[in-house]
């Protein structure tokens, strides 16, 4: 009978702490529905210029996004950041999506767009969401 005991309560102890460890992990109900990523599309020609597009994506609607993108060309076979831009929608917003166009002046040779950071913040202004996203659209090869 003793044994039963014992064993009940490390079944029971057990189970506290998986619930206890779960809940750390999921964080709060709001967080816990909500995901977000990045897109990195492009680049292609867009006048004189190369140019790409990033975008942060919500399931949600937030107050306030941010993303930041950048494009690169590859020069003697490593990847060299041309140009990057940050665009933030400002609060109040209640979107869930955000984009943001780099652009560099056009020269031949391999390109592509890379999504590189995002964040987002409910309506007090608390951050719910910061990601380093690394999303890398795939290579053109760009004749200017």
């Known amino acids: 009978m003793r044994q039963k005991k014992s064993h ?25 529905h909500d995901t977000c990523g990045g897109d990195a599309n492009g680049p292609y020609v867009a006048g004189s210029n190369v140019e790409g597009r990033a975008s942060y994506i919500c399931q949600s609607q937030h107050d306030r996004l941010r993303v930041t993108g950048c494009i690169q060309k590859k020069v003697s076979g490593v990847w060299d950041e041309k140009a990057c831009t940050t665009n933030d ?30 964040a987002a913040w409910n309506n007090a202004g608390q951050l719910q969401h910061e990601q380093n996203l690394n999303e890398i659209s795939p290579v053109i090869n760009i004749s200017c």
């Not at 809940?23 to 709060?28: E, I, K």
């Open 8 to 32: 009940r309560k490390s079944v029971v102890a057990a189970i506290s702490l998986a619930l206890v460890a779960g809940a750390l992990v999921v964080g709060s109900p709001a967080q816990a």
């Open 89 to 118: 929608t400002g609060t109040n917003a209640n979107q869930s999506i955000v984009n943001t166009r780099p652009n560099f002046s056009c020269s031949s040779g391999e390109w592509r767009t890379v999504s590189k950071y995002g």
